[in-house]
């Protein structure tokens, strides 16, 4: 391969849109596609070169990157589906297939074997860091990858990054990306009701995040997403819990945690009641709002009564925030 290569993308919303026009910036050649024609308008708008089809993005590709919603899509798009050729039929032998999506662990090691019995190479590299780490360039990316192909993408995720971190073989990148946010928002959950019991015994928010965030409680659930107004003023519950990561997302992600807890046979607890209350958030209104807005739930079943709670601050004016989608999760 070229030191700049040519790459097709196929995901241009609102994460692989900015993750897309920072490799044109960067002087690789892209062809991109999206099957919602907002998403094609838009990337346009930012300069990326846009195909008429996924299969016309492939023309010369050296690197197909995937950036889908779900791993049935990415298994759907390399096998091919109502008899039309998929990705991998398609592709010029050798080609590497990068995933950037995050899916379950098992689809991903599926993705990686099914490339490689076709001829090509494979490399998931799962992202985090959200909408405003694609358009920084700042995402981090957990890849699983053999060693070759890993230094072969490197240079291309470091465009679109600013930590590139080998996690070991096919679908590590996958099982790093699940286990990070089973942590987040078992984290976030916690953090959340204590903030609520705070309330309930008469501390201000201030007060509880002071000792929090410089004792054994600090997390970066409490310390970059706090999520009560004041203490943290870029934390999107000083926007009205603006996203930032979805609770949709946070839902999907912890539900891929608590598939890794039953195919690996781990005694996970905490992991499938942080996913069913993540659900039931998403289900009742959640599903737009930043996952940190999970306090506002706690709070209504608890009888508190949000802006009269005791200890409730005021809000500190911030900038607007970007909305997340697909893999818009946070570092």
């Known amino acids: 391969m070229s030191e700049k290569y ?19 910036r960067a002087g690789y050649g892209v062809s991109g596609f999206d099957v919602v024609p907002a998403a094609l308008e838009a990337a346009r708008a930012q300069g990326i070169p846009v195909a008429g089809s996924a299969t016309e993005t492939l023309r010369g590709a ?10 049935q899509q990415v298994l759907d798009a390399y096998r091919g589906t109502s008899g039309e050729p998929g990705l991998l039929a398609t592709a010029a032998p050798g080609t590497l297939f990068l995933d950037c999506s995050t899916i379950n662990v098992d689809e991903a090691r599926e993705a990686a074997r099914l490339a490689i019995e076709a001829g090509h190479r494979s490399v998931d ?63 976030m959950i916690a953090v959340s009701e204590a903030f609520v019991l705070g309330e309930k015994l008469g501390l201000t928010h201030q007060a ?65 009641l942080a996913a069913e209350i993540y659900d039931t958030f998403a ?32 809000a500190t004016p911030a900038a607007p925030a970007t909305t997340a989608h697909d893999d818009g999760s946070p570092e």
């Open 6 to 24: 040519t790459v097709a993308f196929l995901g241009l919303g609102h994460m692989g849109g900015p993750m897309a026009a920072n490799l044109v």
């Open 62 to 71: 050296d690197v197909v990157l995937t950036m889908f919603q779900s791993g």
């Open 125 to 187: 590299a799962p992202v985090s860091g959200g909408v405003v780490g694609a358009e920084a360039g700042t995402l981090t990316f957990m890849v699983g990858a053999d060693a070759e192909d890993f230094e072969t993408v490197r240079p291309l995720l470091e465009v679109m990054g600013k930590r590139v971190v080998h996690c070991g073989a096919h679908g590590a990148g996958q099982a790093a990306k699940v286990c990070n946010n089973l942590i987040l928002g078992v984290s």
């Open 208 to 272: 509880l995040f002071d000792v929090a965030s410089a004792a054994s409680g600090q997390c970066w659930a409490l310390t970059t997403n706090c999520p009560v107004p004041g203490p943290v003023p870029g934390s999107p519950a000083n926007r009205d819990y603006q996203p930032g990561f979805a609770g949709a997302l946070m839902a999907k992600d912890l539900n891929l945690a608590v598939n890794a807890l039953r195919s690996t046979g781990v005694a996970g607890r905490m992991g499938p």
């Open 283 to 314: 289900a009742e209104g959640g599903a737009g709002r930043d996952f940190s807005a999970i306090i506002t739930d706690i709070r209504e079943k608890s009888g508190n009564q949000g802006a009269d709670a005791p200890g409730k601050a005021q």
